[in-house]
Each structure stands twice: as C-alpha cells, then as structure tokens.
C-alpha cells in the first residue's frame, strides 16, 4: 500500500508504509519538544514574576538576574526557574544558585538606583 504526503516543500510525495512510519515518529518527536519548550517558557516566566515580588526590580533585570544565575552556576535555566519557585512558596534554593541569586538582584539593584 502506498500513501501520500502532501507539505510545502514537497507537494506531493509517494510513501511507502515504513516511510510514513518514519515520518510519523519524526512529528511525534518534535510534537514532544514543543510541548516541552512552552512547559520550560511557563515555569521561566513564573520564576520572573517571583523575583519581580522578591526582588523588587523590573522584569528585565528578572530575567537576567535568572540567565546569570544559570550561567554561573552551570544549572539549565529552567532548573534554575524551578529551584526558585520552590523557594518561593518556602523551600531551600540550592546554595550556590542562593548565592549568585543574591548577587544578582543586588547587582541590578544597585544598576537600577544609578
């Protein structure tokens, strides 16, 4: 049995049943990491509304203060945004996440009151 692909790109492609398989798996998969990525999107944009209260600074400098965070201590951003909501609503931020946090929202702060 042969099936028929239609797309942009390629307008009409003939399939073989394995092909189509193959292609089904592909659009699972990015299906899968696009579900991810808004999942990711939401707890990052949580964790800025969190430090805009905590921190009394803007949303921009939010923002940074988490991709700095994220960069010096080598931690995924979203980890990062989920050890702060933790914090948030009462756990423990991991000590040197808690650190680079603290430096973060008196660099920009102080950057701000200049």
């Known amino acids: 049995m042969a099936f028929f692909a239609i797309s942009r790109s390629q307008p009409l492609t003939l399939l073989s049943s394995t092909d189509l398989a193959a292609v089904n798996e592909r659009l699972e998969e990015e299906c899968s990491q696009l579900r991810q990525a808004l999942s990711s999107h939401a707890i990052v944009d949580q964790a800025i509304g969190a430090l805009v ?62």
């Open 53 to 114: 209260v905590l921190g009394q600074i803007p949303p921009e400098e939010a923002w940074r203060g988490l991709r700095d965070v994220s960069q010096r201590t080598n931690t995924k951003l979203r980890t990062v945004a989920e050890h702060v909501m933790a914090f948030a609503q009462g756990a423990d931020l991991p000590e040197p996440e808690r650190i680079e946090l603290q430096r973060a929202i008196s660099r920009y702060t102080a950057w701000r009151q200049t």
